[in-house]
């Protein structure tokens, strides 16, 4: 039975530098090649970054990525290790020259040997839903590559070919394959990893074949990508499986089933799977004969799971970090309330780009607590951020001096008055943004100020619960006692009432449900996009229901001018769930 040595390059590249992600790829081709490897895998779309989003539609950023492709196979063999197989995910465009662009995008996965690109896979399946609009940018490919290597002949595949039925995992079957080599850009989203890795074990049986996934890792504006790399026997069984959150190289041996299908193109008799589309072509290439296994074998490695407090902080300081770098962020601004959610966010943003970077400001008016002074004061000692005291007492009373408003207009020009000096920071000390401490439960029923504390660059916890920010406080501080430090998060910041302090005695309660049933009813609302009567049939009241309803349709608005932030539930607000702010329907009338 012919053995491979795949690797797979679970990397961290840069929507748009088509240069730099040359380089990278470049840097772990060797890494593979002095692995002894017979073939790479790079993730989706590796060359361009992913999503590429309307670059796709620019004809400069498309040839840019097509010239790049072929000056890579050169630069693989110049750099001594053409033999190596390389399958690189990059945009290309069909060949036709009435379209005016030239021809259609296409997400394509090319195979790279010896200086040169010996085949091309255009993505047969494309995701319309969530966060992928493919079909805007995209034409589907219907020919399914198979490369002969080392006497196996290997199946290319591209991310969402595994979660639609048919097509590529089907053609793969019927062309007999001996591997199914399926290169991802699929991102993080809590619990994602276990329907993931039930999805690869069930193609891996469809397809008769074991199965190699390799998943982009980084993050990229709101969304992140957790890596998760594996491979699955033919019987299922997951075989190796990397990290996530990192990058790694995964190495390993596999032994496969010997090719013996003749080498010529033919149509498959899968059937297609979407309109327009004919039937799959299979078409083969012979690369190279059976040889000699290595000498020493690799054993397969299975990563220990993450618990779910792990991979989603993980996934946050990820995507900010990455959001920072990517863009020239060196330093963050917050406001510093001592409060759970900016308590969470200022430890956040110490983990992703240091503390020396963070700066966090307190901003005490008449109604502040000495509690919250005093807890943001300790929150900045025991992680070492710089901290600052503004009063906006003087403010306050220099606006009430030009204008008469009281009760909410009042509580809301101190929120304005606070980010106005964060703002102010942050532009004087760029480059820097300003970071939005909401959750999503406040987000959800607008319960933040516009142009206050809703403004700055990016919101660390926009899509996280309020019930999941006690709860990341406390694994994060458990984590620091586990490893024998000290906790960032002042015990009485997750203790203690929330409030806004915004008028007397103040608390979030007078306004809000308590958050455990408020975070209940969004779940099914705004996750489950299920209605009135479905909501309260579960036993919520119905009075309660329509408030919590009422409140989340009427801040559609706020949402809208709400900062990006870190995508980790199914249904994030912004790239998920895209609401009209106009809107007439009411839920039960």
């Given at each position: 039975?012919?053995?491979?040595?795949?690797?797979?390059?679970?990397?961290?590249?840069?929507?748009?530098?088509?240069?730099?992600?040359?380089?990278?790829?470049?840097?772990?081709?060797?890494?593979?090649?002095?692995?002894?490897?017979?073939?790479?895998?790079?993730?989706?779309?590796?060359?361009?970054?992913?999503?590429?989003?309307?670059?796709?539609?620019?004809?400069?950023?498309?040839?840019?990525?097509?010239?790049?492709?072929?000056?890579?196979?050169?630069?693989?063999?110049?750099?001594?290790?053409?033999?190596?197989?390389?399958?690189?995910?990059?945009?290309?465009?069909?060949?036709?020259?009435?379209?005016?662009?030239?021809?259609?995008?296409?997400?394509?996965?090319?195979?790279?040997?010896?200086?040169?690109?010996?085949?091309?896979?255009?993505?047969?399946?494309?995701?319309?839903?969530?966060?992928?609009?493919?079909?805007?940018?995209?034409?589907?490919?219907?020919?399914?590559?198979?490369?002969?290597?080392?006497?196996?002949?290997?199946?290319?595949?591209?991310?969402?070919?595994?979660?639609?039925?048919?097509?590529?995992?089907?053609?793969?079957?019927?062309?007999?394959?001996?591997?199914?080599?399926?290169?991802?850009?699929?991102?993080?989203?809590?619990?994602?990893?276990?329907?993931?890795?039930?999805?690869?074990?069930?193609?891996?049986?469809?397809?008769?074949?074991?199965?190699?996934?390799?998943?982009?890792?980084?993050?990229?504006?709101?969304?992140?990508?957790?890596?998760?790399?594996?491979?699955?026997?033919?019987?299922?069984?997951?075989?190796?499986?990397?990290?996530?959150?990192?990058?790694?190289?995964?190495?390993?041996?596999?032994?496969?089933?010997?090719?013996?299908?003749?080498?010529?193109?033919?149509?498959?008799?899968?059937?297609?799977?979407?309109?327009?589309?004919?039937?799959?072509?299979?078409?083969?290439?012979?690369?190279?004969?059976?040889?000699?296994?290595?000498?020493?074998?690799?054993?397969?490695?299975?990563?220990?799971?993450?618990?779910?407090?792990?991979?989603?902080?993980?996934?946050?300081?990820?995507?900010?970090?990455?959001?920072?770098?990517?863009?020239?962020?060196?330093?963050?601004?917050?406001g510093l309330s001592g409060g759970i959610d900016s308590s969470l966010v200022a430890t956040l943003a110490c983990d992703a780009i240091g503390a020396e970077n963070v700066?966090?400001?307190?901003?005490?008016?008449?109604?502040?607590?000495?509690?919250?002074?005093?807890?943001?004061?300790?929150?900045?000692?025991?992680?070492?951020?710089?901290?600052?005291?503004?009063?906006?007492?003087?403010?306050?009373?220099?606006?009430?001096?030009?204008?008469?408003?009281?009760?909410?207009?009042?509580?809301?020009?101190?929120?304005?008055?606070?980010?106005?000096?964060?703002?102010?920071?942050?532009?004087?000390?760029?480059?820097?943004?300003?970071?939005?401490?909401?959750?999503?439960?406040?987000?959800?029923?607008?319960?933040?100020?516009?142009?206050?504390?809703?403004?700055?660059?990016?919101?660390?916890?926009?899509?996280?619960?309020?019930?999941?920010?006690?709860?990341?406080?406390?694994?994060?501080?458990?984590?620091?006692?586990?490893?024998?430090?000290?906790?960032?998060?002042?015990?009485?910041?997750?203790?203690?009432?929330?409030?806004?302090?915004?008028?007397?005695?103040?608390?979030?309660?007078?306004?809000?449900?308590?958050?455990?049933?408020?975070?209940?009813?969004?779940?099914?609302?705004?996750?489950?996009?299920?209605?009135?009567?479905?909501?309260?049939?579960?036993?919520?009241?119905?009075?309660?229901?329509?408030?919590?309803?009422?409140?989340?349709?009427?801040?559609?608005?706020?949402?809208?001018?709400?900062?990006?932030?870190?995508?980790?539930?199914?249904?994030?607000?912004?790239?998920?769930?895209?609401?009209?702010?106009?809107?007439?329907?009411?839920?039960?009338?």
């Open positions: 039975m012919p053995q491979l040595r795949i690797a797979m390059a679970q990397v961290n590249t840069t929507v748009g530098d088509i240069s730099a992600n040359a380089d990278l790829i470049v840097e772990w081709a060797e890494r593979a090649w002095r692995a002894g490897a017979d073939i790479v895998l790079f993730p989706e779309m590796a060359l361009t970054g992913y999503p590429v989003e309307d670059l796709a539609l620019r004809q400069s950023f498309v040839e840019a990525s097509r010239i790049s492709i072929a000056r890579l196979a050169s630069r693989l063999h110049g750099g001594g290790f053409g033999e190596l197989v390389a399958v690189v995910g990059y945009l290309d465009r069909t060949d036709e020259p009435d379209h005016r662009r030239g021809g259609y995008p296409q997400n394509v996965a090319a195979v790279l040997h010896d200086g040169r690109i010996v085949a091309r896979y255009a993505k047969h399946h494309l995701p319309n839903y969530g966060v992928f609009d493919e079909y805007r940018y995209f034409k589907p490919g219907n020919e399914l590559q198979v490369l002969r290597i080392r006497g196996v002949d290997v199946a290319v595949a591209i991310c969402e070919d595994l979660w639609q039925d048919g097509g590529p995992v089907a053609a793969a079957r019927e062309a007999e394959a001996g591997l199914l080599a399926v290169i991802n850009a699929s991102p993080y989203e809590r619990d994602k990893d276990d329907t993931r890795g039930e999805l690869v074990s069930r193609r891996a049986i469809e397809a008769g074949c074991p199965l190699t996934y390799v998943n982009l890792v980084g993050g990229q504006d709101e969304l992140v990508f957790d890596g998760d790399t594996m491979i699955a026997g033919t019987d299922g069984a997951i075989t190796v499986r990397a990290l996530q959150f990192v990058e790694d190289l995964i190495v390993a041996d596999l032994h496969l089933a010997a090719a013996t299908a003749p080498l010529k193109t033919e149509p498959a008799a899968t059937i297609p799977t979407q309109p327009g589309q004919s039937g799959m072509i299979i078409k083969r290439h012979l690369i190279s004969e059976a040889g000699e296994p290595p000498a020493q074998r690799i054993e397969p490695k299975i990563a220990k799971p993450l618990s779910a407090m792990a991979e989603i902080y993980l996934a946050l300081v990820m995507g900010l970090r990455d959001y920072c770098n990517k863009n020239g962020i060196t330093r963050v601004f917050l700066y966090g400001i307190s901003n005490p008016s008449a109604y502040s607590s000495e509690h919250s002074r005093t807890d943001a004061a300790e929150l900045a000692a025991r992680t070492g951020l710089h901290f600052t005291t503004v009063p906006i007492g003087p403010a306050v009373d220099a606006f009430h001096g030009m204008i008469d408003i009281d009760g909410v207009a009042a509580e809301n020009l101190q929120a304005r008055i606070r980010a106005i000096i964060w703002m102010a920071e942050s532009n004087q000390h760029g480059p820097s943004i300003v970071l939005a401490c909401g959750n999503k439960s406040e987000l959800a029923v607008g319960y933040s100020t516009i142009y206050g504390d809703a403004v700055g660059g990016f919101a660390p916890i926009k899509d996280v619960p309020k019930t999941w920010v006690w709860k990341l406080a406390r694994w994060r501080n458990d984590q620091a006692r586990e490893r024998g430090e000290t906790p960032p998060i002042p015990e009485n910041s997750i203790s203690k009432e929330p409030s806004a302090e915004l008028r007397p005695g103040q608390r979030d309660t007078d306004s809000l449900p308590p958050y455990e049933v408020l975070d209940d009813i969004l779940n099914d609302y705004v996750e489950g996009d299920r209605g009135r009567s479905e909501i309260v049939a579960m036993g919520f009241d119905p009075k309660l229901v329509d408030r919590v309803i009422r409140m989340v349709d009427r801040a559609e608005y706020k949402r809208r001018q709400y900062p990006p932030g870190t995508k980790i539930s199914f249904k994030a607000f912004g790239r998920d769930r895209r609401l009209p702010i106009t809107n007439g329907w009411r839920e039960g009338r």
